[in-house]
């Protein structure tokens, strides 16, 4: 049994060394390594000692698509495809939403928004993933 352990420790190990992941999407890639009861036992430890935290990883993902031009759609989207539990998720949507204005601000201050019509920003954001509300809070200072 400690041999099937260390074989799910490492091949945690293998894939957090790579990227964080969620727990969800570390299960999910131990499955074929061993029994469920074994894998969920090493995520388990993993998750107690701090090396798999879906908190973190929804803050920090929100925080690195809001400083690309990301949105909190966005932000959303991607962490529901990551596995990150309910209540991380939406922590991470928060302080996406949270950070919104300036990100949207931040965007069409780039050049990716040079020489767009307002209607093409407002296009722009949308695709970006930020609501309506930012878009018309952000545009209007955009249009003065």
Do not use: I
């Not at 992941?21 to 061993?34: D, F, I, K, Y």
């Not at 107690?48 to 925080?63: F, H, K, P, Q, T």
């Not at 939403?97 to 307002?118: D, H, V």
């Amino acid at each position: 049994m400690e041999d099937v352990r260390e074989k799910v420790l490492d091949a945690a190990g293998r894939a957090l060394a790579r990227r964080a992941l969620s727990r969800a999407a570390l299960e999910q890639r131990l499955a074929g390594v061993a029994p469920p009861e074994v894998c969920q036992a090493v995520v388990d430890d993993l998750e107690r000692l701090g090396y798999v935290d879906d908190a973190a990883l929804a803050l920090a993902l929100a925080e690195q698509r809001l400083a690309s031009g990301w949105g909190p759609a966005r932000v959303e989207a991607d962490l529901e495809r990551l596995g990150v539990g309910e209540s991380a998720a939406r922590a991470g949507v928060r302080a996406a939403e949270a950070g919104e204005e300036s990100a949207a601000r931040a965007l069409l201050a780039s050049r990716a928004a040079a020489g767009r019509t307002p209607s093409q920003r407002l296009g722009l954001l949308a695709r970006r993933g930020f609501s309506a509300d930012a878009a018309e809070s952000v545009l209007g200072v955009f249009e003065q």
